[in-house]
T-cell receptor
Framework: AQSVTQPDIHITVSEGASLELRCNYS??????LFWYVQSPGQGLQLLLK??????LVQGIKGFEAEFKRSQSSFNLRKPSVHWSDAAEYFC????????????FGQGTELSVKP | GAGVSQSPRYKVAKRGQDVALRCDPI?????LFWYQQALGQGPEFLTY????????KSGLPSDRFFAERPEGSVSTLKIQRTQQEDSAVYLC????????????FGDGTRLSIL
């Protein structure tokens, strides 16, 4: 069965420090991969996506993610975190042959210390 | 409109009442998805439309849940005889086509069943 695991429920980093949020997936083939961010009371905003090709993808707000097939991972990174990055982050797998429905991880809540 | 619009933003109902949640997708978007997000969890897929056709309803939790998109644009998610476990945020998303196209999310409807 398809699944997504985000091992870290809550992460706290200092402003200006680097960030890596982990995501592991289980899927029978190469999936579509996404990272979304959700602020309180808001919907989900797409940060970046991977479909094929270059395994390092760039997104909005200075985020990037690297697809590693051998590790079934798609970790999100940012070199320098800003206070406004505090939010909930979701990794998702898109099923290629099921209309593109998304399977989400449980999310990682990011707190930023001044 | 510019984005996916959901109404109402908040809905409080007594157990046993019927509720209807509305989603206005981005104009021209073919695919429409409904997700349920319980408190502290990632969104979970409910159902998927391509134009007016409901192609996947495998995520609907019970036959009390019903969704429609009669003209291929606005969609309504109806829950009959609501129960306390139906309390959640219901998210709607749309995309231009299926699969590779990223999904754009609305801000959700927060449903509370008393």
């Amino acid at each position: 069965a398809q699944s997504v695991t985000q091992p870290d429920i809550h992460i706290t980093v200092s402003e200006g420090a680097s960030l890596e949020l982990r995501c592991n997936y289980s899927y029978g083939a190469t999936p579509y991969l996404f990272w979304y961010v959700q602020s309180p009371g808001q919907g989900l905003q797409l940060l970046l996506k991977y479909f094929s090709g270059d395994t390092l993808v760039q997104g909005i707000k200075g985020f990037e993610a690297e697809f590693k097939r051998s590790q079934s991972s798609f970790n999100l990174r940012k070199p320098s975190v800003h206070w406004s990055d505090a939010a909930e982050y979701f990794c998702a797998v898109g099923a290629r042959n099921q209309g593109g429905k998304l399977i989400f991880g449980q999310g990682t809540e990011l707190s930023v210390k001044p | 409109g510019a984005g996916v619009s959901q109404s109402p933003r908040y809905k409080v109902a007594k157990r046993g009442q019927d509720v209807a949640l509305r989603c206005d997708p981005i104009s021209g978007h073919v695919s429409l998805f409904w997700y349920q997000q319980a408190l502290g969890q990632g969104p979970e897929f409910l159902t998927y439309f391509q134009n007016e056709a409901q192609l996947d309803k495998s995520g609907l939790p019970s036959d009390r849940f019903f969704a429609e998109r009669p003209e291929g644009s606005v969609s309504t998610l109806k829950i009959q005889r609501t129960q306390q476990e139906d309390s959640a945020v219901y998210l709607c998303a749309s995309s231009r086509t299926e699969g590779r196209q990223p999904q754009h999310f609305g801000d959700g409807t927060r449903l509370s069943i008393l």
